[in-house]
């Protein structure tokens, strides 16, 4: 089984809201990873946990604060967005970091910012 | 630089005929692994294929193949036998072992159309 699942589906947020994004896997995978993808172009990284420690922020604005209260479980909490936040967000998991480990994707959330 | 390049924005291929989609790569990590997924028009990145840099064969999965020529270094996707439901964005991505970061770095991807 190697299914990553995120709720919801699709959310539309003000920019003066708070909402969360959630993403769950029961691989026994120790490293998640947060994605921002635009229309028409690549996946863009966010952040990477490993170990439920956070492991990398690509410099992303601090509206965006990712949780990882276990190691199935990763949340992205936002406040404040722009309406250029507005993208599909991409959870994804893979065993470990090593180059070799095949990260798993979920099903994305289509984010709206009005 | 890029890292990944696709050269191919757009195809098409006739349903049931082969088509290859190009990717080259540039890195000095001796250690890295190749990866190749698809985009339906849904969102959901679909793993295909796993090519590693000290793989003496090309990966193979059902009806998907990597032309694995590490001096040139590219890392072309074949699908045989292709289907509608093939139509997607595919990317190339690859992730090198010295930085042991996890990061997968992506081409910019080729839209496939089948045609019926």
């Known amino acids: 089984d190697t299914e990553v699942t995120q709720t919801p589906k699709h959310l539309v947020m003000g920019m003066t809201n708070k909402k969360s994004l959630k993403c769950e896997q029961h691989?026994?995978?120790?490293?998640m990873y947060w994605y921002k993808q635009k229309a028409k172009k690549p996946p863009e990284l966010m952040f990477v946990?490993?170990?439920?420690?956070?492991?990398i922020n690509e410099s992303v604005p601090s509206r965006f604060s990712p949780e990882c209260p276990n190691s199935s479980l990763l949340n992205l909490h936002l406040h404040a967005l722009q309406p250029e936040d507005s993208a599909l967000y991409l959870c994804?998991?893979?065993?470990?970091?090593?180059?070799?480990?095949?990260?798993?994707f979920g099903p994305g959330t289509r984010l709206t910012v009005l | 630089a890029q890292k990944i390049t696709q050269t191919q924005p757009g195809m098409f291929v006739q349903e049931k005929e082969a088509v290859t989609l190009d990717c080259t790569y540039d890195?000095?990590?001796?250690?890295?692994?190749l990866f190749w997924y698809k985009q339906p028009s849904s969102g959901e990145m679909i793993f295909l294929i796993y090519?590693?840099?000290?793989?003496?064969q090309n990966a193979t999965e059902g009806r998907y193949s990597l032309n694995f020529q590490k001096a040139r270094k590219s890392a072309n996707l074949v699908i045989s036998a292709s289907q509608l439901g093939d139509s997607a964005m595919y990317f190339c991505?690859?992730?090198?072992?010295?930085?042991?970061?996890?990061?997968?770095?992506f081409g910019q991807g080729t839209t496939l159309q089948v045609k019926p």
């Open positions: 991505a690859m992730r090198e072992g010295l930085s042991n970061t996890g990061k997968l770095i």
């Open positions: 090519q590693g840099s000290y793989d003496q």
């Open positions: 994804a998991s893979s065993q470990v970091v090593t180059y070799t480990d095949t990260q798993y």
């Open positions: 946990y490993s170990y439920e420690k956070l492991s």
């Open positions: 691989m026994g995978h120790r490293a």
């Open positions: 890195t000095s990590d001796p250690s890295y692994g």
